[in-house]
């Protein structure tokens, strides 16, 4: 690269969406740019302890709210309230933008999917700046080719694309384009840019690169994605001493045989039954577990000795002392069970995590039940199951052989690089 650059990522969303970028924010820092990221305020300490610079794009009351709302887990509702609670804080990244004086502009602009919208009023406001939009799960990339999942629904092979494309028209018209077109429009005409018709369609027109955050084996590209893409893989982040267990936990997991470990996710908050469920199931298993939530109020009042609920725990550390992993189906929870090898029962309630859970189904390495379907029966039956095969271990070791062989930070930074200098920031050429 010819001169250091100024590189601003944009964010929004639960520890999964904010990881990522700490992650390819200190592989740019470490070629010598200078990276600043805009995500919620709660996540500042994360930003400040990953070494990054730091702008609040979302208050902790307004992160605090959307947690709160049991929708946000619904199938269909869900997006609905992210969008809701998330747009004043899009606002303040072209606010930043446009408040920087002219030798601190960015020189490139690194935009979660959601943030998009915010990144092409950047642009308005600084012509010529550079956008790198980045696609953490494969769902987030609208396509008409298999494998594909209308939210919880999976579109047999047989159905032909004319019909997928009106399914897709379907949900624009009557989901996504009334919830999110009238506030984007709304943005746009203060600044006199044009008004867009559809969501989908502008997300996938802003930028001028798109850097695809999953490995080809587990969401291959699609010949309907926005072109230029660079394909990337998995960016796990490794917080400092993520590599070490609390003494309590260290005890619980060397005094008996491997747990079964639960997580709803780090922002789920309505997981009561989630977690009732859990304990009926490993207790008729004759199993330990580990509970992970960040809100152990909705835990069960009583715990077994059986069963510990540590709070925060990095599953890095964890994982390889697993029996299986019960999770969400989120893209970050997703990866690390991929990384550590171990079986996984994914429950999905919401958002991209239906199509991640067929996807580790088709890999082989775990199976899906949906979360509304997640009784305590069931629940037992498919995790006994998944307990009882023991020759996919063998399958999983090489999916995480494969993750491990592959480093993505240097090919997604060099894209970077390259996009800056192909457009030639006029405020930065050498």
Not at 349 to 361: M, T, Y
């Amino acid at each position: 690269m010819n001169w250091p650059l100024r590189v601003l990522m944009a964010t929004v969303g639960s520890a999964g969406d904010i990881h990522p970028f700490l992650a390819l924010g200190q592989a740019l820092q470490a070629r010598g740019h200078r990276v600043t990221l805009a995500c919620p305020e709660p996540f500042g300490p994360l930003v400040a302890e990953a070494g990054l610079g730091f702008v609040v794009m979302g208050s902790s009351a307004q992160y605090e709210a959307v947690t709160r709302e049991p929708d946000l887990w619904h199938p269909r509702k869900g997006f609905e309230v992210v969008w809701r609670h998330t747009r004043a804080g899009l606002r303040l990244l072209h606010e930043h933008v446009q408040a920087l004086p002219a030798a601190e502009q960015p020189d490139v602009l690194v935009a979660h999917p959601l943030a998009l919208p915010a990144a092409d009023l950047c642009r308005a406001l600084r012509p010529g700046l550079p956008i790198a939009g980045t696609w953490l799960a494969p769902v987030n990339l609208r396509t008409v080719h298999d494998p594909l999942m209308l939210g919880p629904l999976a579109v047999p092979r047989w159905v032909p694309l004319a019909l997928r494309r009106w399914a897709w028209r379907r949900i624009d018209a009557g989901l996504l384009d009334p919830t999110t077109v009238p506030d984007i429009n709304r943005e746009r005409s203060l600044l006199g840019l044009p008004a867009v018709a559809h969501f989908v369609a502008h997300l996938q027109s802003v930028p001028d690169l798109s850097l695809l955050l999953f490995p080809p084996w587990f969401g291959p590209t699609q010949p309907d994605w926005p072109r230029p893409l660079a394909e990337g893989g998995f960016l796990l982040y490794d917080r400092p001493g993520s590599g070490a267990l609390a003494p309590d936990l260290q005890e619980f997991l060397a005094a008996g045989t491997a747990p079964v470990v639960f997580t709803p996710g780090t922002g789920h908050r309505h997981a009561a039954a989630y977690f009732a469920a859990a304990l009926q199931a490993v207790q008729a298993l004759g199993r330990r577990a580990v509970f992970v939530t960040g809100h152990p109020e909705q835990l069960p009042a009583a715990l077994p000795p059986t069963v510990i609920a540590p709070g925060y725990v990095s599953f890095r550390a964890l994982l390889p002392w697993a029996a299986a992993l019960v999770h969400h189906g989120g893209i970050g929870t997703t990866a690390e069970a991929l990384r550590s090898g171990v079986p996984q029962l994914v429950l999905p309630f919401a958002h991209d995590q239906f199509d991640n859970a067929r996807r580790v189904q088709a890999l082989g390495v775990g199976d899906a039940l949906p979360a509304a379907n997640a009784t305590s029966r069931r629940l037992q039956q498919r995790l006994g199951r998944l307990l009882r095969a023991p020759g996919a271990a063998a399958h999983r070791a090489e999916v995480a052989a494969r993750l491990a062989a592959a480093d993505p930070l240097p090919g997604l930074c060099e894209a970077i690089e390259a996009l800056a200098r192909r457009l030639k920031s006029p405020a930065r050429a050498p």
